[in-house]
C-alpha cells in the first residue's frame, strides 16, 4: 500500500516553534518515527511538506494518478480558510483521507476551532501530538 502525508507550513518546524503547543520533538524525528511506522506495517509512505498552498494542491492532485491509496494530511494553517486544498481533497475520491493536527485545535484560539479542510476528509484527529500521524495511518490501513 502507498499512503501519502501531506504537512502545510510551518509543520518542517517543529520542534522550534512553539514547543508548548507541538512539543520538543524536531521535524526529523517525525519523518523518522513515520518511516519507521510504513516499515512495521510494510507499506510505503511518502511525506511532502509544503509552506506553499499552490504546491500541497499540486501534490494532492498527484496523488490521484500516482498510485497514492490513502492520505493523510496537516493542513496547518491552511486548515482554517484553504477552500482550494479542501476542494483538491474532494477531487480525490478514490482514496480514504485523514486530517491531523497536532494540537487541541478545540482548545486553542477560537479561529483554529473550525476546519474547512476536514469536510473532505474521512477522519479527522486533533489533540494526539505525533502520535495523531500514526493513528491517521491505522485508520487508512483498516479501511
Not at 14 to 37: C, W
Not at 47 to 71: C, K, L, M, P
Not at 76 to 83: C, D, N, R, V
Amino acid at each position: 500500500m502507498k499512503l501519502l502525508v501531506i504537512n502545510g507550513p510551518n509543520i518542517n518546524f517543529l520542534g522550534i516553534r512553539e514547543k508548548n503547543v507541538y512539543g520538543a520533538q524536531n521535524y526529523e524525528y517525525l519523518l523518522q518515527m513515520i518511516a519507521k511506522k510504513g516499515e512495521e506495517e510494510h507499506c510505503r509512505i511518502e511525506v511532502f511538506q509544503s509552506n506553499h498552498e499552490g504546491a500541497i494542491i499540486d501534490r494532492i492532485q498527484d496523488a490521484y494518478s500516482d498510485g497514492t491509496e490513502g492520505i493523510i494530511i496537516n493542513p496547518g494553517a491552511y486548515t482554517h480558510y484553504s477552500y482550494a486544498i479542501m476542494d483538491a481533497l474532494g477531487s480525490v475520491t478514490t482514496m480514504p483521507k485523514v486530517e491531523i493536527h497536532i494540537s487541541d485545535i478545540t482548545k486553542r484560539e477560537e479561529f483554529r476551532r473550525h476546519s474547512v479542510t476536514a469536510a473532505a476528509c474521512d477522519k479527522q484527529i486533533y489533540g494526539q501530538g505525533l502520535d495523531g500521524y500514526l493513528q491517521a495511518i491505522d485508520f487508512i490501513l483498516k479501511k
